[in-house]
């Protein structure tokens, strides 16, 4: 059990589906997280939240939307996805955002494997 | 700024001989230092984390790792390694300056024959 839990744990999906990828964390956090992991890459951080706004956006396209309706729960809704989009998308949280956390780990979740077809 | 090179793209050893895994960080003040596993499809796991109380650091499964300023270093250490070891390792840094972002290492993948 990680604290973090992230629903499906795989999607298939057309490019023309809409679909969602939820995350819940149970440890108490400030702060949530999507990066998108590709294979033979980096992990690429694409948004941030902070009690619920949105402080980071990393030029992510707007076919990826995120929703943070409070601080317990993050989603990513997705339309229109390109093959490419294939990846595994870790959600992961912390106590809070900022310089002053910088001694603070992230917890990710054990991901989304989302293929799109 | 700041930045974390994994040396090793591959590690290969055997099981029950010691696991080295490389990293080296570039920053101009002292960073947080975390290393992560991560096992196929699923999400990193925290191993252990530098955060300046101690340069010898113990985590979990046996594994630590020692901050060494001089040498600009946080390698991973095992004395042992298990068959269950093998997985992808991340380290990483988070640094004050850069307003908590963390910074990824490229990942070592550990192969454990038998």
């Known amino acids: 059990e990680t604290g973090v839990t992230q629903t499906p744990r795989h999607l298939v999906m057309g490019m023309t589906n809409k679909k969602s990828l939820k995350c819940e964390q149970h440890?108490?956090?400030?702060?949530m997280y999507w990066y998108k992991q590709s294979a033979k890459k980096p992990l690429e951080l694409m948004f941030v939240y902070s009690l619920e706004e949105r402080v980071e956006n990393n030029s992510v396209p707007s076919r990826f939307s995120p929703e943070c309706p409070n601080s317990s729960h993050l989603f990513l809704h997705l339309h229109t996805l390109q093959p490419e989009d294939s990846a595994l998308y870790l959600c992961?949280?912390?106590?809070?955002?900022?310089?002053?956390?910088?001694?603070?780990?992230?917890?990710f979740g054990n991901g989304t494997r989302l293929t799109v077809t | 700024a700041q930045s974390v090179t994994q040396l090793d793209s591959h590690v290969s050893v055997s099981e029950g001989t010691p696991v080295l895994l490389r990293c080296n960080y570039s920053?101009?003040?002292?960073?947080?230092l975390f290393w992560y596993v991560q096992h196929p499809n699923k999400g990193l796991q925290l191993l252990l984390k530098?955060?300046?109380?101690?340069?010898l650091v113990k985590g979990i499964n046996g594994f630590e790792a020692e901050f060494k300023k001089s040498e600009t270093s946080f390698h991973l250490t095992k004395p042992s390694a298990h068959m269950s070891d093998a997985a992808e390792y991340f380290c990483?840094?988070?640094?004050?300056?850069?307003?908590?972002?963390?910074?990824f290492g490229q990942g070592t993948e550990l192969s454990v024959k038998p």
């Open positions: 440890l108490g956090h400030n702060a």
């Open positions: 920053s101009s003040y002292s960073p947080s």
């Open positions: 990483v840094g988070r640094g004050y300056n850069q307003g908590g972002k963390l910074i």
């Open positions: 992961a949280s912390s106590p809070e955002v900022g310089g002053s956390s910088y001694n603070s780990p992230l917890h």
């Open positions: 530098y955060t300046s109380a101690a340069t």
